[in-house]
């Protein structure tokens, strides 16, 4: 079923039942508050999971880290393109950005626990969570385009340098067009992530918004 047709099916009950005489005004901003809290509890356990999942890849990535640091001249991962200290200070970078983006959603989680839990108002505790997500969201997007092109770019690189030694030519412009082009390319992937993920609870609380304006109305 569309989410048009669904909301509109939505509001002729909202209608229907604000006209019944047995129902009070209060008693249907209370379904709109379950409807939305429903929603709440759903982003913040999809957040929990990504907190955990990326904690775990962070520590992995500092132990790989710490690991081929010492490995010296041993047998790793893309051997063929960096050294052994070069994928341990991406792996280690990689980390970082990691940990800094799980303590951002982590923050984030508790923000809208607390605006579920001490927030009087409904609608404005809607509002405020829907501006964490977008500012969560719009990171995730950022990091993706910002962090993936630079390893493409690193790795691109040490194909078309193999002597490591920089020289401003044609190579340039490849790379370039490579950032640019991944650039563009993970940040539309990382905003159909996030869509797919959360697209349909920030749907949801956006209709609740609707809907209180709708029975604010009547």
Known sequence: MEL????SIWKKAIKQQVDTPNLTAEEVH?????????AISKIKREMKFKIWFMGILGVLGMVMSVILLFVGKEEHLLESIFNSVEISVIYFLMSVVIFIF???????RDKIREYQRTSLDL??????????MKKIIKLAVTIAGIMTPFFVVWITYTYLYEERVFVFDIRVLYLLIILI?????????????QRKKYGKYIDTLKQCLDELEEVEKM
């Open 4 to 7: 048009l047709e669904l909301k």
């Open 30 to 38: 209370m379904l709109i508050n379950k409807k939305s809290n429903t």
């Open 102 to 108: 799980s303590r951002r959603i982590k923050t984030t």
């Open 123 to 132: 609608k404005t505790a809607i509002e405020d969570v829907l501006v964490l």
């Open 181 to 193: 082009v991944s650039h563009k390319l993970f940040s539309f992937l990382e905003t159909r992530v």
